[in-house]
Each structure stands twice: as structure tokens, then as C-alpha cells.
């Protein structure tokens, strides 16, 4: 009877999964170990597959364009980071105060977070336009330097940097106005009697007691980073000379561009590979730095 009861209580647990446990297993699962299968075969997406064992491991490892786009998605990472967790957490830190109109702005941040990359890349590719974007004219008028941005090797990479770190800044000011907002008001105010200053309660108090929100924004930006492809595909295309390309685009090049989808699947699991080892690293040195309340 009980065996039964149980036996019951599963089949319902399954029941109630189904709609979320399918798709999943359908659009996810199923993808991820086919494309492990596709990694082991020389591919390109027409004829019969051909069996390479890890050559196309093999030769990525050794190859300087592997090497290359790594190198690129890495320089987002580092420029990218810093910009949006420091502009997140100043724009948090300002609206978590009694601001006239303190919602709207709160709103008007947000929005570029929930507004299609495509159109976000579009703008900021109208306004880094070299010969008559907004940036470059008001540069101009002030005496400035005009870089080329995405037409420009050099430039390329922090164009996108810039246009992804201004679309993201509403998330991380969310979480850490999130942040903010569950800290004792209490610890501060006995902070301030104490003769504790603005920058010493930030420093003593305040980010300490981020830190939670932090981590989870370091690890998401990061994930997210290494996996950047709309803006840098709408903005630059990878160019250019190949200055901006990073790895999710080459992979999507060598998949439709070059037919190679064994490299590219093959490509796609060393990524995975090069997140899963940042992520644990970063979830193993929490311990130090991360102080739940």
C-alpha cells in the first residue's frame, strides 16, 4: 500500500514537471548532447558526418584564431565589468535615496535592460558613427580627438564595450538597490553617532553588506561576457580585420559561414569549459569575501 502511495505521489511529481521538464529536455538536454556528437565529426551541415574523433579539439587548441577570440571576449570581460558594476552601484547608491521623481528615473534606467540588443546595438552604432555620429560631433566641438570606433581595429572592441555596459547598468542597479535596501537602516544610523562619515560608512558598513549582491553580479556579468554575440554581430560583424571578433561569433561563423560545425561545436564546449572553470573558482573563493547577513 505504501509502495503504492508513493509509486502515485511520484507519477503526480512527474505530472506536474511535464510542461517545464519537455521543453527542457527538448530545447536543452537533447541540443547539448548532440552537439557533443557533432564536436566528434567533421561537418557541414549537408552532407554525412565524418568521424574526427578530437581532431577538432585538437587543432582549435592550436590554432591562433582560437586563441585570438578568446583573448577578445576576455577584453570585454575587463572592460566591460568594471564600467557596469561601477555605474550599477553609483546610480543604485543615488536613487536609493528621497529623490523627487525617484521612480521615473528608477524606471528610465531600467528600460534599456529590457530593450531589444538589436535595436540598442542600432543606436550606438548611429552614434559612434565616425563621419556624423552624436559622440564624435560633440567630441569635435569641444576640441576632442574623434576616434574611428567601429571602424577603427583599435576602437572596435570598447564601442561595444561601451554600448553593452550602458544597456546593462539598470540590471545591476537593481540588484544592488536591492542590496542597498536590505541593509538595517539601525547599523548606519549607529555608524553616523559613532562620528562615522559618508565614505566610512560605504567602506565599513555599506559594500561589506553588498557583497552577496555583488558576487551574484560579478558571476552573472561575467557568464554573460563570455558569451556576448548580438551587439558585437550588429555593431562590427567581428571586424573590423577581425579586431573585435569574440568566441560565440566565431563559432556562429563556423558554423554558417565556413560549414566546419564539428569545430564549432567542438569550439562551443572548450567555452563551456572556460565558464565552468571561471564560475567554480569564483563560487569556491566566496567563502573569503562574501558575508551573508
Same mark, same amino acid.
Given at each position: 500500500?505504501?509502495?503504492?502511495?508513493?509509486?502515485?505521489?511520484?507519477?503526480?511529481?512527474?505530472?506536474?514537471?511535464?510542461?517545464?521538464?519537455?521543453?527542457?529536455?527538448?530545447?536543452?538536454?537533447?541540443?547539448?548532447?548532440?552537439?557533443?556528437?557533432?564536436?566528434?565529426?567533421?561537418?557541414?551541415?549537408?552532407?554525412?558526418?565524418?568521424?574526427?574523433?578530437?581532431?577538432?579539439?585538437?587543432?582549435?587548441?592550436?590554432?591562433?584564431?582560437?586563441?585570438? %577570440?578568446? $583573448?577578445? *571576449?576576455?577584453?570585454?570581460? !575587463? #572592460?566591460?565589468?568594471?564600467?557596469?558594476?561601477?555605474? +550599477? =552601484?553609483?546610480?543604485?547608491?543615488?536613487?536609493?535615496?528621497?529623490?523627487?521623481?525617484?521612480?521615473?528615473?528608477?524606471?528610465?534606467?531600467?528600460?534599456?535592460?529590457?530593450?531589444?540588443?538589436?535595436?540598442?546595438?542600432?543606436?550606438?552604432?548611429?552614434?559612434?558613427?565616425?563621419?556624423?555620429?552624436?559622440?564624435?560631433?560633440?567630441?569635435?566641438?569641444?576640441?576632442?580627438?574623434?576616434?574611428?570606433?567601429?571602424?577603427?581595429?583599435?576602437?572596435?572592441?570598447?564601442? %561595444?564595450? $561601451?554600448? *553593452?555596459?550602458?544597456?546593462? !547598468? #539598470?540590471?545591476?542597479?537593481?540588484?544592488?538597490?536591492? +542590496? =542597498?535596501?536590505?541593509?538595517?537602516?539601525?547599523?548606519?544610523?549607529?555608524?553616523?553617532?559613532?562620528?562615522?562619515?559618508?565614505?566610512?560608512?560605504?567602506?565599513?558598513?555599506?559594500?561589506?553588506?553588498?557583497?552577496?549582491?555583488?558576487?551574484?553580479?560579478?558571476?552573472?556579468?561575467?557568464?554573460?561576457?563570455?558569451?556576448?554575440?548580438?551587439?558585437?554581430?550588429?555593431?562590427?560583424?567581428?571586424?573590423?580585420?577581425?579586431?573585435?571578433?569574440?568566441?560565440?561569433?566565431? %563559432?556562429?561563423?563556423?558554423?554558417?559561414?565556413?560549414?566546419?560545425?564539428?569545430?564549432?561545436?567542438?569550439?562551443?564546449?572548450? =567555452?563551456?569549459?572556460?565558464?565552468?572553470?571561471?564560475?567554480?573558482?569564483?563560487?569556491?573563493?566566496?567563502?573569503?569575501?562574501?558575508?551573508?547577513?
Amino acid at each position: 500500500m505504501n509502495r503504492g502511495r508513493r509509486w502515485r505521489n511520484r507519477g503526480w511529481v512527474l505530472f506536474f514537471l511535464a510542461p517545464s521538464a519537455i521543453p527542457l529536455v527538448l530545447f536543452t538536454v537533447i541540443p547539448m548532447v548532440s552537439s557533443v556528437w557533432v564536436s566528434l565529426h567533421e561537418w557541414n551541415l549537408i552532407s554525412a558526418m565524418k568521424w574526427v574523433g578530437l581532431d577538432n579539439y585538437t587543432h582549435l587548441l592550436t590554432d591562433d584564431q582560437t586563441r585570438s %577570440v578568446f $583573448l577578445h *571576449s576576455l577584453l570585454y570581460c !575587463l #572592460g566591460y565589468l568594471p564600467l557596469v558594476f561601477v555605474g +550599477g =552601484l553609483g546610480l543604485a547608491l543615488v536613487l536609493n535615496q528621497q529623490l523627487r521623481g525617484r521612480s521615473f528615473f528608477r524606471a528610465a534606467y531600467f528600460l534599456p535592460v529590457v530593450t531589444s540588443w538589436v535595436v540598442v546595438a542600432l543606436v550606438w552604432k548611429w552614434l559612434l558613427n565616425p563621419t556624423n555620429g552624436l559622440v564624435n560631433t560633440i567630441l569635435g566641438a569641444v576640441g576632442l580627438p574623434q576616434p574611428g570606433w567601429w571602424t577603427d581595429p583599435t576602437w572596435a572592441l570598447p564601442a %561595444v564595450i $561601451l554600448s *553593452s555596459a550602458w544597456k546593462d !547598468l #539598470g540590471f545591476v542597479m537593481v540588484i544592488m538597490l536591492a +542590496g =542597498l535596501q536590505a541593509i538595517p537602516s539601525d547599523v548606519l544610523e549607529a555608524a553616523t553617532v559613532d562620528g562615522a562619515g559618508a565614505w566610512q560608512r560605504f567602506r565599513r558598513i555599506t559594500f561589506p553588506l553588498l557583497s552577496p549582491s555583488t558576487f551574484f553580479v560579478v558571476i552573472i556579468s561575467l557568464i554573460n561576457g563570455f558569451q556576448v554575440f548580438d551587439q558585437v554581430y550588429v555593431m562590427t560583424g567581428g571586424g573590423p580585420q577581425g579586431a573585435s571578433q569574440v568566441v560565440v561569433g566565431q %563559432v556562429y561563423d563556423l558554423t554558417f559561414r565556413y560549414g566546419r560545425a564539428g569545430e564549432a561545436s567542438a569550439l562551443s564546449w572548450l =567555452l563551456f569549459g572556460v565558464i565552468l572553470i571561471i564560475t567554480a573558482v569564483q563560487i569556491r573563493g566566496q567563502k573569503r569575501w562574501v558575508h551573508y547577513a
